[in-house]
Structure formats: structure tokens, C-alpha cells
Nanobody, 120 residues
Framework: QLQASGGGLVQAGGSLRLSCAAS????????MGWFRQAPGKEREFVAA????????YYPDSVKGRFTISRDNAKNMVYLQMNSLKPEDTAAYYC???????????????WGQGTLVTVSS
């Protein structure tokens, strides 16, 4: 089970940190990912981490602004979002899967969305 939190309203240029609590099993051999979905748009990959090594992956749209991190002891995953832009406004979802990391269909487990609104 995944539980995402931390969304809110922030001005452009501001920061937010999202959290994802994982329960019910080990995250070994899982990719932990963050996706977002804006109204009327497809779900979009924004960050992922291979739990075993801590290797991280980002699309160009967020590289240098977003950082995925983890707390192994707490089975927590975080998404630090800096220099936020109005186009980052979306519902953000955490997910766990084993088949790859950029496509939503590669993830088996999903948390509920947490809404991020960036005002201009």
C-alpha cells in the first residue's frame, strides 16, 4: 500500500516536498516512481528510483528541479520539487513496479494522488 501526501498551493518559484509511505512489504527489486496528471492530460513520468541501488531517473522537463529520495528505514520515498512552475500543476502519484520506470503501465501499485497547484 502506498500513501502519498504533501501537496498544496505554492507560488511559482517555490518548493514543495511530497512524501510516499509504503507499507505491506519490502521495496527491494522495485522501482519507486512519481507521476503526475493534469486535467485533460495523460499521466506523465516525473521521477523514479531503483530501490536496490538508489539510482535515480528524471525526464528533461524536471531534471535539475525535482529530486527523488528515500528513507530506507521508514520505507518512505520523497519528491523534492524546487523552482516550481504553473505547468507543474497536477495531481501527483507515487507508484511501485518492477518492469521499468518511465511508463505508468510498468507500475503495479499506486498511491492516491496529492494535488499540487502552482500559482503564477
Amino acid at each position: 500500500q502506498l500513501q502519498a501526501s504533501g501537496g498544496g498551493l505554492v507560488q511559482a518559484g517555490g518548493s514543495l516536498r511530497l512524501s510516499c509511505a509504503a507499507s505491506g512489504g519490502s521495496l527491494v527489486n522495485y522501482y519507486m516512481g512519481w507521476f503526475r496528471q493534469a486535467p485533460g492530460k495523460e499521466r506523465e513520468f516525473v521521477a523514479a528510483m531503483w530501490w536496490n541501488t538508489g539510482n535515480t531517473y528524471y525526464p528533461d522537463s524536471v531534471k535539475g528541479r525535482f529530486t527523488i529520495s528515500r528513507d530506507n528505514a521508514k520505507n518512505m520515498v520523497y519528491l523534492q520539487m524546487n523552482s516550481l512552475k504553473p505547468e507543474d500543476t497536477a495531481a501527483y502519484y507515487c507508484a511501485a513496479g518492477r518492469g521499468g520506470y518511465t511508463q505508468s503501465r510498468q507500475y503495479k501499485y499506486w498511491g492516491q494522488g496529492t494535488l499540487v497547484t502552482v500559482s503564477s
